[in-house]
């Protein structure tokens, strides 16, 4: 599944006239990186958010963690043993609905992004960002989601507030709801304007070429999780075949010993996180053959017994997910000590973006002296090594199994 014919061929488009040809007005030159690296902060040193001293972080313990008397559990044939009817997922595989998914092609245009950006520690050049963009902004690509994502946590919109021309599921792709809803309408309303700066920035030359790079990164995981979640609902609330692009979102396409984008870095963190992501995303698919499309079409009609399944499946992934995103905000903090200059830098502006992802839920869960403690770590321009401590002591508490 590799991704550098396409590559090839934004570098052949681009070339000479990178800006006019491909990128219209936003497109640039050069190779600087430029910026002021002074951000403040009580921990760092030399305004690089250096952190002083060396944080006490204990490896991740998952040894206590097992699955819910309730949760659907398909790995190594187990599911002979849970609570769920049998169905096509008892196998460990994911199976398809319906043809491959779109989504898989939005995964993969990640990929080719953190190619350009990030990955192997490279500094990107306004070129590279250039090339970016235009994969983020393909037809049917990244950006055509972000515009309407939904976050489900939220409220929905109230139906006053709809616009009877859109789609019940594109409310979000109205300027009037993003304005009033925008926490609902995170795409447009907190995704894509930290999207379009980052881009923007980074294809001029402006700032710190990293910082720009990990903001980008960040954002993009958060759609990841958040679209993953969002469209196991609505293969039960709008189209059934929603429950590939729920498994696409998460694996880029792949069965539970592979994945890239938001299955990769947890995977890289935890075999037994990304296992229990797999099973929620299973849940729900197996909820779908018990209770086929061409008999249930939405949610409301399900049986009582089916509408309890989903509770308990999706909530199942839900934690599963929340669980991996606070393992990629653990590993970030972990490492911020051990960075320099443009790298601490962009390894914060990573975490100011990913680590206030998690605070609804935190603020949920509680304990609420650990939820205020992400909350203060998060807002610091730069923490001190007690302050990471504290921090994933935190995580470790309110997100510790999955």
């Known amino acids: 599944m590799s991704t550098r014919p396409f590559l090839r061929r934004l570098a052949l488009c681009l070339g000479s006239v990178l800006a006019a040809a491909c990128a219209g007005d936003d497109g640039g030159g050069g190779m600087g990186t430029g910026g002021d690296t002074d951000t ?65 092609g939005r995964v993969e245009g990640y990929e080719m992004i953190a190619d350009l950006l990030w990955r192997n520690g490279k500094v990107p050049t306004t070129d590279d960002f250039t090339m970016a963009r235009v994969v983020y902004s393909q037809d049917q690509g990244l950006e055509s989601r972000i515009q309407r994502r939904e976050d489900l946590h939220y409220p929905p919109i109230p139906m006053e507030d709809w616009d009877p021309t859109v789609d019940p599921d594109k409310q979000c792709s109205v300027p009037s709801n993003v304005d009033k809803y925008p926490d609902r309408c995170v795409g447009p309303g907190r995704m894509q304007p930290i999207l379009d700066a980052a881009f923007a920035a980074g294809q001029t030359g402006e700032g710190i070429a990293e910082v720009h790079a990990a903001r980008i990164q960040a954002t993009l995981l958060w759609f990841l999780y958040t679209s993953t979640y969002k469209e196991s609902n609505t293969c039960f609330t709008s189209k059934a075949k929603d429950c590939d692009s729920s498994w696409a979102y ?111 839920e935190a603020d949920e869960r509680g304990p609420a002296s650990e939820a205020q403690t992400l909350a203060d770590l998060f807002a610091m321009d730069c923490p001190t090594a007690a302050d990471i401590e504290a921090g994933i002591a935190a995580l470790d508490t309110i997100f510790p199994c999955p």
Do not use: K
Not at 81 to 94: F, H, S, V
Not at 275 to 304: K, Q, W
Not at 326 to 337: E, K, T
């Open 250 to 360: 998460y694996t880029g396409g792949f069965q539970r010993d592979g994945g890239i984008g938001l299955a990769g870095e947890v995977r890289a963190l935890s075999d037994t996180t990304h296992n229990r992501v797999f099973d929620g995303v299973a849940a729900v698919r197996c909820l779908r053959d018990l209770y086929p499309d061409d008999m249930y079409p939405v949610l409301d009609d399900l049986p009582a017994e089916g509408q309890m399944l989903f509770d308990l499946g999706w909530e199942q992934l839900d934690n599963a997910l929340h669980r991996g995103f606070a393992l990629v905000v653990r590993d970030r903090l972990a490492r911020q000590a051990d960075l320099s200059g443009n790298e601490a830098l962009a390894n914060w502006a990573f975490l100011q973006i990913a680590g206030p992802v998690l605070q609804r």
């Open 40 to 104: 403040g902060g009580s921990g760092g040193t030399g305004g690089a958010c250096e952190i002083d001293g060396t944080p006490q972080v204990p490896p991740i313990d998952e040894s206590s963690c097992a699955p819910l008397p309730t949760d659907y559990q398909p790995l190594d044939n187990m599911s002979a043993n849970d609570m769920w009817p049998a169905c096509i997922t008892d196998d460990g595989e994911y199976h398809l609905v319906a043809d491959s998914p779109g989504t898989i």
